[in-house]
């Protein structure tokens, strides 16, 4: 077993890294006071993501793209996790669900949205629906022909910049053993249809700038041709395309505590209480100890998920385990740093206090904690009939 990065790897790594110190560390200030990336910003981070020929690399060669596999994109997530997740949204990596597109969906969303032409967002979360997917609300049913959509999403992140939305929306109900169970179709849907709304979301203490967006549809009509995939078959959809986005949360969250810990391990060398570094004294040297092994142990576990998908093997639940790991490794992670930084920890001098703000949302979306943990559990049980 293969544990170390190949060449190519590492200046994967190397690379990603210096983009991230050198385009997006320097206007993270910025964003963080006045919780807005100016378009100039944005759209100079996508221009220089095009030229590293990065933009859209979780897409494969046939569209142009650099087609890496699941365990190179990893890397990159990673170390763009240590960088401002509203700055990093314009590196570019669109959704993956977007290969489902067929004929001419590929020349309006697809072809456009790889090269950069064209932004898009994932609408599934509801008011009532966040967890229990199939308790969606928002839905189309058939007129004259067409869709007519009905309802509204909400927590919808990137939708301040999306041109286009991949919707989830009922479309029918079925009777079961277990009680009535919704069809789920997706829906793509162009900025400006008729009956179609963006609406400014929650201001949320976590990722500032990183907005989350509300959508209203009344009455808005849709033809045929906006069904990505099959009728009733978003649930297919769903699960061929979207379950890796959890190996995101998990890359990302481990980015982000390799740089916090890169703080809480020079503060404790460089500042001294009675007399010696902080760092000599077992309190916080056993702190720096399980840091480390805590942020190794979800990178490894991170990259033996993405490693299993280039496999094709099953990989659920090892990748719902590297998403809730990680996630709360992050959260232990930068409480401890806080804790080492002592007061100053909680001021906006040094961007502690922002690595502590932005974990807290790592383990709700895309699936909260106790969802990965249900997923884990199940896959385990339901072989022995349990």
């Given amino acids: 077993m293969q544990f ?40 100079e981070i996508k221009r220089k993501t095009i030229d590293l020929g990065f933009y859209a690399c979780n897409f494969p060669e046939d569209v142009g793209c650099a087609g890496l596999s699941h365990v190179d994109f990893a890397l990159v997530e990673r170390e763009l996790g240590r960088g401002s997740m509203a700055l990093n949204h314009f590196f570019g990596r669109p959704q993956n669900i977007l290969m489902a597109c067929q004929g001419d969906q590929r020349d309006r969303y697809l072809m456009p949205a790889v090269r950069g032409e064209r ?58 053993p277990r009680g009535p169970k919704k069809r789920i179709t997706t829906f793509l849907v162009d900025r400006g249809t008729p009956g179609f709304e963006v609406r400014d979301g929650y201001a949320s203490v976590s990722h500032r700038g990183y907005k989350n967006c509300n959508l209203d549809f009344d009455d808005c009509r849709l033809p045929d041709a906006q069904v990505l995939g099959e009728v009733d078959g978003g649930f297919a959809v769903m699960n061929e395309w979207l379950y890796a986005t959890r190996i995101t949360v998990a890359t990302m969250s481990v980015g982000r505590a390799r740089r916090c ?60 385990s590297a998403k809730v790991y990680a996630s709360e490794m992050l959260a232990r992670v930068t409480d401890a740093t806080l804790q080492i930084y002592g007061g100053m920890g ?41």
Wanted: glycine share 8%; hydrophobic share 40%; charged share 30%.
């Fill in 4 to 43: 170390g990065l190949t060449d190519e790897q590492q200046m994967i790594v190397d690379t990603v890294r210096s983009f991230v110190e050198n385009e997006i560390y320097p206007h993270e200030d910025l964003v963080e006071r006045s919780g807005e990336v100016p378009k100039e910003i944005a759209d």
């Fill in 119 to 176: 932004m898009d967002a994932l609408a599934m979360t509801e008011p009532d629906a966040g967890s229990d997917v199939r308790g969606m609300k928002c839905s189309a049913v058939r007129d004259g022909g067409d869709w007519v959509l009905n309802g509204s999403k909400h927590f919808i992140s990137g939708a301040d910049h999306a041109d286009f939305f991949i919707v989830f929306v009922a479309t029918g109900v079925d009777e079961t």
């Fill in 261 to 320: 810990f890169d703080y809480a391990l020079n503060y404790a060398a460089e500042r001294k209480q009675f007399g010696q570094p902080i760092g000599k004294f077992q309190g916080v040297s056993f702190q720096i100890a399980d840091m480390i092994t805590e942020i190794d142990a979800a990178d490894l576990l991170t990259l033996a998920a993405a490693w299993r998908l280039d496999q094709n093997l099953p990989a659920n639940r090892e990748i719902a």
């Fill in 346 to 386: 909680l001021m906006n001098d040094f961007p502690i206090e922002r690595f502590w703000r932005d974990a807290r949302v790592e383990r709700i979306w895309d699936g909260t904690s106790e969802i990965q943990r249900h997923i884990i559990s199940r896959d385990l049980l339901r072989p022995l009939g349990a």
